[in-house]
């Protein structure tokens, strides 16, 4: 047998093929390692992986948490919408805002809904007592407040014979710098509607500051 680098390079293994083969026949015996390391990731079968082990990202039914709407401010304003995503039967809404300055109250409708369709309960700061609204034409998910950022995570069952009940957890920052802690409230809410599901929503403001550029909604889902 000859001297590994006498023989001829393949690049393009095969899973039948030999990793060094008789020196008679060359032209098929030598691979590079990462030419092996390719060829080994690319045949592990699916029953081993599972053909939907993807937990973010990608497209397809067996694909958890897949992005299905997105909205980002381009100028300040007191509005974000989404305006139309796929109906899925399980939400995760993720909420990341800035106020430009001023007091910020944010509330959230879906499929422009605007009657008296809602409830919801908000944990007083740092997981104090609660506090229950109902009959309410939006989920109130701040009231009036001054900060300059604010984060929350809501996730549901998004289906259409039951009421769409989510729970989750929000985050207020008031003043920058380390010297401020942020608060932290669980939140709970519904949407009394049992004969849809959510395919729209939109975020508003109605205090006086406003929504920074930069300040987004992002929906994914699974069935």
């Not at 690319?42 to 939907?52: D, E």
């Not at 990341?96 to 001023?102: Q, R």
């Not at 014979?161 to 802690?181: C, D, L, M, P």
């Amino acid at each position: 047998m000859g001297k590994i680098s006498g023989y001829s390079q393949d690049t393009s293994p095969t899973i039948n093929d030999t990793v060094l083969g008789n020196s008679s026949a060359p032209a098929t015996s030598r691979f590079k390692l990462s030419d092996l390391i390719s060829l080994f990731f690319n045949n592990i079968p699916t029953a081993i992986i599972g053909a939907a082990s993807i937990n973010f990202g990608g497209a397809g039914s067996g694909v958890w948490w897949e992005e299905i709407g997105r909205a980002t401010l381009g100028t300040a304003g007191n509005t974000i919408a989404i305006s139309s995503f796929a109906a899925k039967k399980y939400l995760r809404i993720l909420i990341n805002l800035a106020g430009t300055g001023g007091t910020v109250s944010v509330s959230i409708v879906f499929n422009g809904d605007t009657a008296s369709n809602y409830a919801y309960t908000i944990a007083s700061a740092n997981n104090g007592a609660d506090s229950s609204t109902t009959s309410s034409n939006n989920l109130l998910l701040t009231g009036a407040t001054t900060m300059t950022a604010f984060s929350m995570n809501l996730e549901g069952i998004n289906s259409s014979s039951i009421e769409k009940v989510f729970w989750g957890e929000r985050n207020v920052v008031g003043a920058t710098g380390a010297g401020t802690a942020p608060t932290h409230n669980q939140y709970t809410g519904k949407w009394a509607n049992s004969a849809a599901q959510i395919t729209s929503l939109s975020v508003t403001n109605t205090s006086t500051g406003n929504f920074a550029i930069g300040s987004e909604v992002i929906v994914i889902g699974h069935n």
